[in-house]
Antibody
Framework: QVQLQESGPGLVKPSETLSLTCTVSGASISNYYWSWIRQSPEKGLEWIGYISDSGSTNCNPSLKSRVTISVDTSKNQFSLKLSSVTAADTALYYC???????????????????WGQGILVTVSS | QSALTQPRSVSGSPGQSVTISCTGTSSDVGGYNYVSWYQQHPGKAPKLMIYDVNKRPSGVPDRFSGSKSGNTASLTISGLQAEDEADYYCFSYAGSFTLYVFGTGTNVTVL
C-alpha cells in the first residue's frame, strides 16, 4: 500500500523559505507524477505544482516565482521550497500522487490518490 | 485564476439525492472534460470520487455520479447516507498556463 508522509518545520518566519519533503513508501516514485497541494480557511484547496520522476515540473502561475519542486529518486522523496513566505502562506500542506488511469493506460498529473496526511505550516515571527 | 464556484452548503435527508454544482468558464470546466471531484471528511485528506467528469475510481459507490453542461459540472449523490456528510471539492484542468484550479468547496449535511 502506497503511503506518503510530509515532513518539515511547522513554523516559518516571514520572508524566509518554507521547505517540505514528502517521503513515499510502499511503491517506487518512478513513472508517476507527484504534486503539492495546500489548504487554508481563506483560500480553500490550492494546487501548488507537480514533478515527474524524471524531474519535469510545472506549478500554479500565482506561485511560480516562489516555488521550487525537486525529486530525489534514490531516497524516494520529493520536496517543495516556497520562498519569501508571508502569513498568507499559512496552510495545511499536502503531498499527493497522480494516479494511473487503467482505462487509458496513462499516468495522470491530476488524479490525486493517495494523499499524505498533511502538515500544518504557520508563517509567523 | 479564480477558484471554481460551488455552493457553500447543500443538505438532504437519508435516501434523498443532492446535487452540487461547480461553475467555471470556457477556459476550464467548459473547455475540457477533465473535471474531478474530491470528498473530504473533517481532519482527513481529500479522496478522489469522480474523474474526467463522470468516471468513478474503483471502490467508489455508484451512488456518486458526475456530469457537465457548458461551464458547469455537477456531482450527484443518490441515496444519501450518513457517511456522505463531508466537504466536496471540484477540480479542473484550466489550460496550459493556469493548469489546474479547485472549486471553493461545498459542505454536504445529512439531515
Amino acid at each position: 500500500q502506497v503511503q506518503l508522509q510530509e515532513s518539515g518545520p511547522g513554523l516559518v518566519k516571514p520572508s524566509e523559505t518554507l521547505s517540505l519533503t514528502c517521503t513515499v513508501s510502499g511503491a517506487s516514485i518512478s513513472n508517476y507524477y507527484w504534486s503539492w497541494i495546500r489548504q487554508s480557511p481563506e483560500k480553500g484547496l490550492e494546487w501548488i505544482g507537480y514533478i515527474s520522476d524524471s524531474g519535469s515540473t510545472n506549478c500554479n502561475p500565482s506561485l511560480k516565482s516562489r516555488v521550487t519542486i525537486s525529486v530525489d529518486t534514490s531516497k524516494n522523496q520529493f520536496s517543495l521550497k516556497l520562498s519569501s513566505v508571508t502569513a498568507a502562506d499559512t496552510a495545511l500542506y499536502y503531498c499527493a500522487r497522480g494516479s494511473y488511469d487503467i482505462l487509458t493506460g496513462n499516468y495522470r498529473i491530476d488524479l490525486f490518490d493517495p494523499w499524505g496526511q498533511g502538515i500544518l505550516v504557520t508563517v509567523s515571527s | 485564476q479564480s477558484a471554481l464556484t460551488q455552493p457553500r452548503s447543500v443538505s438532504g435527508s437519508p435516501g434523498q439525492s443532492v446535487t452540487i454544482s461547480c461553475t467555471g468558464t470556457s477556459s476550464d470546466v467548459g473547455g475540457y472534460n477533465y473535471v474531478s471531484w474530491y470528498q473530504q471528511h473533517p481532519g482527513k485528506a481529500p479522496k478522489l470520487m469522480i474523474y474526467d467528469v463522470n468516471k468513478r475510481p474503483s471502490g467508489v459507490p455508484d451512488r456518486f455520479s458526475g456530469s457537465k453542461s457548458g461551464n458547469t459540472a455537477s456531482l450527484t449523490i443518490s441515496g444519501l447516507q450518513a457517511e456522505d456528510e463531508a466537504d466536496y471539492y471540484c477540480f479542473s484542468y484550466a489550460g496550459s498556463f493556469t493548469l489546474y484550479v479547485f472549486g471553493t468547496g461545498t459542505n454536504v449535511t445529512v439531515l
